[in-house]
Nanobody, 121 residues
Framework: QVQLVESGGGLVQPGGSLRLSCAAS????????MGWYRQAPGKQRALVAA???????NYADSVKGRFTISRENAKKTVYLQMNSLKREDTAVYYC???????????????WGQGTQVTVSH
């Protein structure tokens, strides 16, 4: 059983900052890519940022220069530092991990439950 537990969402004013965290737990053998996606009302879920074990990162154009993704492999945790937040960043943010569990199960994607980020006065 694998769980991804997110924290750090909330209400913030435009121009403010938030830091999201996502910790993976369970019978995990190895974690490959970890990332953050977001889904705004009426829109499809879209990639925000992703990071692989070696540290290479990938960002959506809309967040480049404002958001930073990082991970602590020993803690099986990924972070998303969000600065200079804009109203259009308002969405539910989901953690994603591409991992293999202990045993013979194939590698697959897991999702967190989501955390709401609202950017508003």
């Amino acid at each position: 059983q694998v769980q991804l537990v997110e924290s750090g969402g909330g209400l913030v004013q435009p121009g403010g900052s938030l830091r999201l965290s996502c910790a993976a737990s369970g019978s995990i053998f190895s974690i490959y890519a970890m990332g953050w996606y977001r889904q705004a009302p009426g829109k499809q879920r879209a990639l925000v940022a992703a990071i692989i074990p070696g540290g290479s990162t990938n960002y959506a154009d809309s967040v480049k220069g404002r958001f930073t993704i990082s991970r602590e492999n020993a803690k099986k945790t990924v972070y998303l530092q969000m600065n200079s937040l804009k109203r259009e960043d308002t969405a539910v943010y989901y953690c994603n991990a591409d991992l293999r569990t202990v045993g013979s199960a194939p590698r697959r994607n897991y999702w967190g439950q989501g955390t709401q980020v609202t950017v508003s006065h």
